[in-house]
């Protein structure tokens, strides 16, 4: 029934011209971490909450994340700057510096590894790999009253989304919120929930009822790899278990909380300019990665979420009145391939562990008679080759490498950086793009690896599941590149839009709804025609 309204709502729908209407006072930016198109697909059907309200704005259910780096850190790096990774220089969510004087050649995308006793995985958080603007810096050139505020479950969702200089930006630390701000009273808010989602993590968690919809998913799946069976899952977790709160609905209601706690102390929306909250909820992604996205668990997510965005919205009506909410991911997903291969995808598997770089680079060695490992990289994506090497064997080394990868069963292609370097960023819609494109659209020619290896479909990159991962994203596929797009204000018609949108449109967009002037030849993304209220000035 409520695609039939959709579809009457589209194909009834008059051209709109564009009709510059106030900008409103709050825009509301959310992430919906690994919210796969075909996740909001299957349950945007069933859900009445917060989904069913935003559902009635203007929706690109298959829009894009283009870059082949289908990641957390660069999914975040799109939405409010309009630049891909290759622009905005946020290639992975980790790359190689391998001229780096610290022993961890890793760097992290959301850290600064300048900073002395640090590493890839303890880190200083911060933005400056983050080379362009954000939406938050262009309000506040525009209106310097104007406030940007970023609430997050991960670090790098709030500063991918906020950049250089929010106002306040507060994200999920493994154990509490925490922020990378310096000085500035620490908002009454955040003392609250900090007491309270403490409180809250010290008490044991009993089994989510599941509603029937749930419960028809709830069969048990054995994972290969050393993991967990999942499948029925209902977040049952003792007292003090943070890793298991944070793979739970209560992580998004927490950050959710929070989020409503500032909007209240710091009156956003009520000031003399627009202000801007973005909002990463990471719970979706880590449920995903924990369970599979077909299961009973992410079910009782899903529905979770609804709700508690439903109560969000609420809020933000009764408290703020005229805001806009815009609605995304960073990234999609896909199941476990156990289930996907029980469900008839044939070519589900999990990646042979031979294909890590640590091994091939330790097979390498040992045919060039050097000690160790001459490859840094995972098991897809980036990869490069030691520094260290001679020059002269450099070279060989390199084309053994690509040999070898390009001859597995389970590698679709590998490009090298000079390829990638001469190859010109695509133009067609990404639904069109070429492998090569698609690697393109996240090189950055400093940062990127000596060659990047893409999986064939529907090979998941993780052979080992006994740490608690059984399912990921990352890939050049578009079950990992769709993710819906959302824009939403009071008045805004209902349309269902199935066009291969991007999430680099969603800054030239929101610029246009705020009369936000935005140099075209400095982003990726072109405004929406189809957003009204905008004035399209950057197309
Ligand atoms: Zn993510």
Same mark, same amino acid.
Not at 117 to 122: E, K, Q
Not at 129 to 144: A, E, N
């Given at each position: 029934m409520r695609f039939l309204r959709f579809t009457l709502f589209a194909s009834l729908a008059t051209p709109l011209a564009a009709q510059p209407s106030p900008a409103p006072k709050l825009t509301v930016v959310i992430s919906v971490d690994q919210l796969s198109s075909d996740l909001f697909d299957e349950y945007r059907p069933l859900l009445g909450g917060g989904f069913a309200k935003l559902g009635q704005g203007i929706v690109f259910p298959h829009a894009y994340q283009g870059h082949a780096a289908s990641e957390t850190c660069p999914g975040h790096s799109t939405i409010l700057t309009g630049a891909y990774p290759a622009r905005n220089g946020i290639i992975a969510n980790v790359w190689y510096d &391998?001229?780096?004087? !610290?022993?961890?050649?890793a760097v992290y995308c959301a850290e600064d590894e300048r900073v002395a006793g640090t590493s890839s995985t303890a880190y200083t958080v911060s933005p400056w790999h983050l080379k362009v603007p954000t939406l938050g810096d262009y309000m506040k050139r525009q209106w310097p009253a104007s406030r940007t505020v970023a609430v997050a479950g991960k670090d790098r969702a709030a500063v991918m989304m906020t950049?250089? !200089?929010?106002?306040q930006r507060w994200f999920w630390n493994g154990k509490t919120f925490a922020t990378d701000l310096k000085g500035g009273a620490t908002p009454q808010t955040l003392i609250s929930a900090r007491t309270a989602i403490a409180s809250l993590v010290a008490q044991p968690q009993a089994a989510l009822e599941p509603p029937a919809l749930c419960a028809a998913k709830a069969t048990i799946v054995p994972v290969a790899g050393g993991g967990q069976p999942v499948g /029925?899952? !209902?977040?049952v977790r003792a007292a003090g278990d943070l890793t298991l709160f944070r793979a739970s609905p209560a992580l998004d209601g927490a950050t959710l909380a929070l989020a409503a706690g500032l909007v209240l102390e710091m009156q956003l929306g009520k000031g003399a300019a627009p202000d801007l909250l973005a909002v990463g909820l990471s719970a979706t992604d880590y449920v995903g990665h924990r369970y599979g996205t077909e299961g009973q668990e992410m079910c009782l997510q899903m529905l979770s979420l609804d709700r508690d965005l439903g109560d969000f919205l609420a809020f933000l009506d009764r408290e703020v009145g005229d805001y806009a909410v815009v609605l995304t991911a960073d990234h999609g997903g896909k199941d476990i391939p156990e289930r996907e291969r029980a469900a008839g995808? /044939?070519?589900a598997a999990r990646v042979d562990p031979s294909l890590a770089a640590s091994n091939v680079g330790k097979a390498l060695a040992a045919r060039f008679g &050097?000690?160790?490992?001459v490859l840094y990289g995972s098991n897809f994506g980036d990869v490069y080759v030691d520094r260290s090497v001679a020059a002269g064997q450099r070279a060989r080394i390199l084309a053994a490498a690509l040999a070898t990868y390009r001859a597995h069963p389970q590698v679709e292609a590998a490009f090298t950086n000079e390829q990638l370097a001469r190859t010109p960023m695509?133009? /067609?819609?990404?639904?069109?793009?070429?492998l090569i494109e698609r690697a393109r659209a996240s090189f950055d020619a400093k940062r990127s690896g000596d060659f990047v290896v893409l999986l064939k479909r529907d090979i998941t990159p993780i052979a080992d599941t006994k740490g608690g991962y059984v399912s990921t994203h990352g890939s050049v596929w578009d079950y990992d590149r769709r993710v819906p797009i959302i824009f939403w204000r009071p008045g805004y018609p209902a349309q269902n839009i199935d066009l291969p949108v991007q999430t680099v449109d969603i800054l030239p967009s929101v610029a246009a709804m705020l009369g936000l002037p935005i140099a075209a030849d400095s982003i990726d993304g072109k405004c929406l025609p189809q957003t009204p209220g905008a004035a399209c000035t950057t197309r």
């Amino acid at each position: 029934m409520r695609f039939l309204r959709f579809t009457l709502f589209a194909s009834l729908a008059t051209p709109l011209a564009a009709q510059p209407s106030p900008a409103p006072k709050l825009t509301v930016v959310i992430s919906v971490d690994q919210l796969s198109s075909d996740l909001f697909d299957e349950y945007r059907p069933l859900l009445g909450g917060g989904f069913a309200k935003l559902g009635q704005g203007i929706v690109f259910p298959h829009a894009y994340q283009g870059h082949a780096a289908s990641e957390t850190c660069p999914g975040h790096s799109t939405i409010l700057t309009g630049a891909y990774p290759a622009r905005n220089g946020i290639i992975a969510n980790v790359w190689y510096d &391998l001229s780096q004087t !610290r022993s961890d050649k890793a760097v992290y995308c959301a850290e600064d590894e300048r900073v002395a006793g640090t590493s890839s995985t303890a880190y200083t958080v911060s933005p400056w790999h983050l080379k362009v603007p954000t939406l938050g810096d262009y309000m506040k050139r525009q209106w310097p009253a104007s406030r940007t505020v970023a609430v997050a479950g991960k670090d790098r969702a709030a500063v991918m989304m906020t950049g250089q !200089r929010p106002d306040q930006r507060w994200f999920w630390n493994g154990k509490t919120f925490a922020t990378d701000l310096k000085g500035g009273a620490t908002p009454q808010t955040l003392i609250s929930a900090r007491t309270a989602i403490a409180s809250l993590v010290a008490q044991p968690q009993a089994a989510l009822e599941p509603p029937a919809l749930c419960a028809a998913k709830a069969t048990i799946v054995p994972v290969a790899g050393g993991g967990q069976p999942v499948g /029925a899952g !209902r977040f049952v977790r003792a007292a003090g278990d943070l890793t298991l709160f944070r793979a739970s609905p209560a992580l998004d209601g927490a950050t959710l909380a929070l989020a409503a706690g500032l909007v209240l102390e710091m009156q956003l929306g009520k000031g003399a300019a627009p202000d801007l909250l973005a909002v990463g909820l990471s719970a979706t992604d880590y449920v995903g990665h924990r369970y599979g996205t077909e299961g009973q668990e992410m079910c009782l997510q899903m529905l979770s979420l609804d709700r508690d965005l439903g109560d969000f919205l609420a809020f933000l009506d009764r408290e703020v009145g005229d805001y806009a909410v815009v609605l995304t991911a960073d990234h999609g997903g896909k199941d476990i391939p156990e289930r996907e291969r029980a469900a008839g995808v /044939a070519g589900a598997a999990r990646v042979d562990p031979s294909l890590a770089a640590s091994n091939v680079g330790k097979a390498l060695a040992a045919r060039f008679g &050097l000690p160790g490992s001459v490859l840094y990289g995972s098991n897809f994506g980036d990869v490069y080759v030691d520094r260290s090497v001679a020059a002269g064997q450099r070279a060989r080394i390199l084309a053994a490498a690509l040999a070898t990868y390009r001859a597995h069963p389970q590698v679709e292609a590998a490009f090298t950086n000079e390829q990638l370097a001469r190859t010109p960023m695509p133009t /067609a819609t990404p639904d069109k793009w070429t492998l090569i494109e698609r690697a393109r659209a996240s090189f950055d020619a400093k940062r990127s690896g000596d060659f990047v290896v893409l999986l064939k479909r529907d090979i998941t990159p993780i052979a080992d599941t006994k740490g608690g991962y059984v399912s990921t994203h990352g890939s050049v596929w578009d079950y990992d590149r769709r993710v819906p797009i959302i824009f939403w204000r009071p008045g805004y018609p209902a349309q269902n839009i199935d066009l291969p949108v991007q999430t680099v449109d969603i800054l030239p967009s929101v610029a246009a709804m705020l009369g936000l002037p935005i140099a075209a030849d400095s982003i990726d993304g072109k405004c929406l025609p189809q957003t009204p209220g905008a004035a399209c000035t950057t197309r």
